[in-house]
């Protein structure tokens, strides 16, 4: 059984920082990009940051030069380092992997449960 289970979510002041984890696990094959999301109260989902298997890297307009996504692919663990954090930035965060199970099975994208992120005025 594949699971996708991020952790790192909590209450923060306008400013502040916090570090968001992902790691995937189970019978794996292969992972290609990772993705964190998120989706305010009212909005729909939206991509925040994507990293490649070879560490390539692709952030929204909203995030560039305060977030920062890493992974680590010995461990299947995707990272979100997001600093200087606006109250616009409140959301459930979800964490989705794309990856294949067996070698001759398509990729398919795994997501999360999500981690409430809140940022305080």
């Known amino acids: 059984q594949v699971q996708v289970v991020e952790s790192g979510g909590g209450l923060v002041q306008a400013g502040g920082s916090l570090r968001l984890s992902c790691a995937a696990s189970?019978?794996?094959?292969?992972?290609?990009?990772m993705h964190w999301f998120r989706q305010a109260p009212g909005k729909e989902r939206e991509l925040v940051a994507t990293?490649?298997?070879?560490?390539?890297?692709h952030y929204a307009d909203s995030v560039k030069g305060r977030f920062t996504i890493a992974r680590d692919n010995a461990k299947n663990t995707v990272y979100l380092q997001m600093n200087s954090l606006k109250p616009e930035d409140t959301a459930v965060y979800y964490c989705?992997?794309?990856?294949?199970?067996?070698?001759?099975?398509?990729?398919?994208?795994?997501w999360g449960q999500g981690t409430q992120v809140t940022v305080s005025s």
């Open positions: 989705a992997a794309d990856m294949r199970i067996k070698s001759w099975d398509y990729e398919r994208r795994q």
């Open positions: 189970g019978s794996i094959f292969s992972i290609n990009a």
């Open positions: 990293i490649t298997s070879g560490g390539s890297t």
